[in-house]
């Protein structure tokens, strides 16, 4: 996921920890398939995805809603390997 000028910004002093560089361009870092700003947290519900950087979350998490069309293009594109088990929610 591409990450703006802005985005980058309001990740504020710990935006490298989530941004990754390919050539001059800026994408959320990825790990085990996933975003790695996302954790995994136990609940009533069972396992699930928890964005630990909801309020800072770049412009692209707060366009794509939850389970959209949109959403699930994004998870098709990664393919194999993607935590599509485990529901994402916000905290």
């Not at 309001?10 to 390919?22: S, Y």
């Not at 396992?47 to 692209?60: A, G, K, L, N």
């Given at each position: 996921?591409?990450?703006?000028?802005?985005?980058?910004?309001?990740?504020?002093?710990?935006?490298?920890?989530?941004?990754?560089?390919?050539?001059?361009?800026a994408f959320m870092r990825m790990t085990s398939g996933h975003c790695a700003a996302l954790k995994i947290q136990a609940g009533e519900n069972g396992?699930?995805?928890?964005?630990?950087?909801?309020?800072?979350?770049?412009?692209?998490c707060r366009d794509l809603a939850r389970g959209s069309p949109q959403c699930e293009a994004d998870w098709e594109q990664k393919g194999p390997g993607n935590s599509r088990g485990i529901q994402i929610t916000e905290i």
């Open positions: 996921m591409v990450v703006t000028g802005d985005d980058h910004q309001r990740l504020g002093e710990n935006a490298e920890q989530w941004v990754t560089w390919k050539n001059n361009r396992t699930q995805f928890v964005c630990s950087i909801y309020e800072q979350r770049p412009r692209t």
